[in-house]
């Protein structure tokens, strides 16, 4: 049995105390008048205040990057002041303060659903080992049950973000403002799919049937260790392969809902997978930490380098097939230039160049030239270290795709998006470690976990 | 140096794994194994070095991606910059994505093909080539190791007989 220990339980709670205040501070410090929004987007202009403030944490390219485009719109707004339009000059104001009002709520629901899907990504992982009766991966089954157990707790607070904005507590997502919805045809168009009822009955659907999964697997991986017989182990391979087909759908539609319609004027047919791709490679990559942490803390006495090396195999490939996704949806849209998938790219391009190649870099190029030699992958700190920075590289990633449909221009890597993460990471930390406390870490009479023991290869 | 080898036939990889042990243990030679399919771990057990050929592959890759930048950069920005289809083809960087697909593959064609030719050339095999069987029975479901003699011929006999060969037989090396 695991014992948690007292260091990382306090480590949690400070991580989640420090990322409650951070929070905290991101709406207090979002602007409630247009004036305000102004008057803090031309302080950033002049390096004072707020930009200086939350630039401490963030990279100086990414400092960079902000005061530069607070620049842009500084100018902007003295062309319109300059020009009199004071109507006009009143529209891009509003635009700016419905940008900086988002940024506290788009950096909560970046790391919430960034927690969530490393669990979701890991159950995925773990229903294909049982379907496929894996032969080496039983002896890692409660790291991964343990991990999947933030999927209640996360999935839930994802749901009731999406239930605030359905409240039209804020503005993520533009096709929920009935006033927006009144003046855009496309938008009335896509109604019978895109409106709040059926959004979240949608939501509450993936959830139940994801969580539910998870319950019984987890109670017949259990019952399994006292059993007589394999039924247990017989019942948790049928409803893996029965799960493995609901969330094949239900992730695809989930990535639609969640976050495409985040800018719903845009489109994309593989975006579902590549939701997929970036979830599965962070959950293996966080399986592959978890073990090695608690291999290293001797808990996982009988896990040996080959263990690590096929999860480090994993990482390198799914990294790879992340990529392809990501090039094939970019490269299509590029190509064809059709101005209405284009925009997509055009924003991201113009305002976040910076976290938009550099999830390239840590997403692709690291983990193939890290993770390519084969004694590489055996040796755990240069697993954890490809595993850090596969992680950031998809919160990056998660980042990306959110960000720009909800701040536009005005985002930045600052208090509130780090408390969130910190937050989160906290949450992670403290469910995960109490749910594998629960269980002892080796499963006893699963069929393959004599082969996986003396897993060699 | 003596020109014999000993050669003794098993019929088991198992058995043939312990005599492979045996023979390394008692500090003897071993010449060749030949088998009629891959062991695992004979490498091992004989003490072979591990394979290079994946660091070669490496090179050939970065070799083939190499070869495609300078083709494309060449052709389709520097000598003839033409407007094909709207193509920004001001630059290289500028027009990569749609040349992506073109250096993966040739890193792929490069790193698979010039492995594959490596492979025949380290290991000497081309078409007509003179087989180096010493027994037909070695490629269907014999397995043979040859033990370097060195005026202890009947040392080494004695060794291989307790090592459960079938057949024992001395001959010239080749």
Redesign the interface.
């Known amino acids: 049995m695991y014992t948690f220990s007292n260091r990382l339980r306090m480590a949690s709670f400070i991580l989640m105390i420090v990322g409650v205040l951070g929070i905290g501070y991101g709406f207090l410090a979002a602007p409630s008048t247009v004036e305000e929004a102004k008057a803090m987007v031309a302080d950033a202009h002049h390096g004072g205040g707020h930009g200086e403030e939350a630039g401490h944490d963030a990279p100086a390219h990414g400092n960079e990057n902000a005061e530069e485009s607070h620049g842009e719109k500084k100018s902007h707004g003295e062309d319109d002041a300059h020009g009199g339009a004071e109507s006009h000059g009143d529209e891009h104001g509003e635009h700016l303060l419905t940008q900086l009002k988002n940024k506290p709520w788009a950096a909560v629901y970046v790391a919430a659903f960034f927690f969530m899907m490393l669990s979701l990504g890991v159950l995925a992982f773990y229903a294909i080992q049982r379907a496929a009766q894996a032969g080496w991966s039983p002896l890692l089954f409660r790291v991964m049950e343990g991990i999947t157990a933030y999927l209640l707790p996360g999935a839930v607070i994802v749901f009731i973000l999406l239930l605030l904005s359905g409240f039209h507590l804020n503005h993520l997502f533009v096709w929920m403002d009935p006033e927006v919805v009144a003046h855009d045809k496309l938008l009335q168009g896509k109604a019978s799919y895109l409106n709040v009822p059926f959004f979240l009955i949608r939501a509450a659907i993936y959830i139940a049937g994801w969580v539910t999964y998870r319950h019984f697997s987890r109670k017949f991986s259990i019952a399994q260790d006292s059993a007589s017989d394999n039924s247990n182990f017989k019942k948790n391979f049928r409803i893996s392969a029965g799960f493995l087909v609901f969330y094949l759908v239900s992730e695809s539609m989930m990535s639609w809902d969640w976050i495409m319609s985040v800018e719903p004027h845009w489109f994309s047919t593989l975006f579902g997978w590549y939701v997929f791709a970036s979830m599965f490679v962070s959950g293996i990559t966080v399986i592959a930490m978890i073990t090695i942490y608690l291999k290293s803390k001797g808990y996982l006495e009988q896990v040996n380098d080959s263990h690590i090396h096929d999860l480090a195999k994993f990482m390198f490939a799914i990294s790879i097939f992340w990529t392809y996704l990501w ?1 094939s949806q ?2 299509l849209i ?2 064809a ?1 059709i101005p209405e998938e284009v925009t997509y790219f055009v924003a991201r391009f113009q305002d976040y160049k910076l976290p938009f190649l550099g999830m390239l870099v840590m997403n692709f190029a690291f983990p193939i030239l890290i993770l ?1 030699n ?1 004694d590489y992958k055996r040796m755990n700190w240069f697993v954890v270290m490809a595993g850090i920075v596969i992680l950031l590289g998809h919160y990056i990633d998660v980042f990306n795709m959110i960000m720009p449909g909800t701040v536009g221009d005005q985002w930045f890597i600052g208090v509130p998006e780090i408390g969130s993460i910190l937050f989160f990471l906290g949450l992670f930390i403290y469910v995960v470690f109490n749910a594998l406390t629960k269980a002892p870490l080796i499963a006893k009479r699963n069929p393959f976990i004599e082969e996986s023991k003396h897993f060699h290869y | 140096m003596s020109t014999k080898v000993v050669q003794a036939l098993y019929n088991d990889d198992d058995v043939l794994m312990d005599a492979v042990k045996t023979v390394k243990a008692a500090h003897h030679h071993i010449e060749e194994v030949y088998c009629p399919f891959p062991v695992h771990g004979l490498d091992k057990a004989m003490g072979l070095a591990p394979t290079r050929i994946a660091i070669t592959a490496f090179m050939y890759g970065l070799l083939g991606l190499s070869v495609a930048i300078t083709m494309m950069n060449y052709i389709m920005i520097e000598d003839w910059p033409q407007d094909i289809g709207g193509k920004p083809s001001f630059s290289y960087i500028e027009n990569m994505p749609a040349f992506v697909p073109i250096m993966f593959e040739l890193t792929v064609f490069f790193a698979a093909h010039l492995m594959v030719i490596t492979f025949y050339m380290r290991s000497k095999l081309w078409p007509f080539k003179k087989a180096e069987n010493p027994d037909v029975r070695t490629t269907d479901d014999h397995f043979l190791m040859e033990v370097a003699v060195h005026d202890n011929e009947d040392e080494v006999k004695a060794l291989l007989e307790q090592t459960g060969a079938l057949e024992i037989n001395i001959s010239e090396k080749h």
């Open positions: 090039f970019f490269m590029w190509y230039n390519m084969s």
